[in-house]
């Protein structure tokens, strides 16, 4: 049974910092994406940023410059650096791992709260 552990949410003024961690365990993550999506109130949860295991890399516009993803295949954990984070950051963020080609290995974190608030 997969099971993702997220640590590192919470409160922090504009232009401030957060180091976002997921541990995955319960499978071989070599053939999944592990990634980070986030949903604030009232809006659709979307995609922050994404991995593969060989390190390639997907951002969302908002947050190109800003944040880095960063992936541990050994210890099957992945890190989201966010710097100069805005009010507009605050979401509910989700960790998720997602298998390459089989849509139904796709599993969620519980979610950690990021606030971006003076």
Not at 40 to 65: C, F, H, M, N, W
Not at 90 to 109: E, I, P
Request: with cysteine; glycine share 12%.
């Amino acid at each position: 049974q997969v099971r993702l552990v997220e640590s590192g949410g919470g409160l922090v003024q504009p232009g401030g910092s957060l180091r976002l961690s997921c541990a995955a365990s319960g499978s071989e993550f070599r053939m999944y994406f592990m990634g980070w999506y986030r949903q604030a109130p009232g809006k659709q949860r979307e995609l922050v940023a994404r991995i593969t295991s060989g390190g390639g890399t997907t951002y969302a516009d908002s947050v190109k410059g800003r944040f880095t993803i960063s992936r541990d295949n050994a210890k099957n954990t992945v890190y989201l650096q966010m710097n100069g984070l805005k009010p507009e950051d605050t979401a509910v963020y989700y960790c998720n791992v997602a298998h390459y080609y089989r849509s139904t290995l796709n599993y969620w974190g519980q979610g950690t709260q990021v606030t971006v608030s003076s």
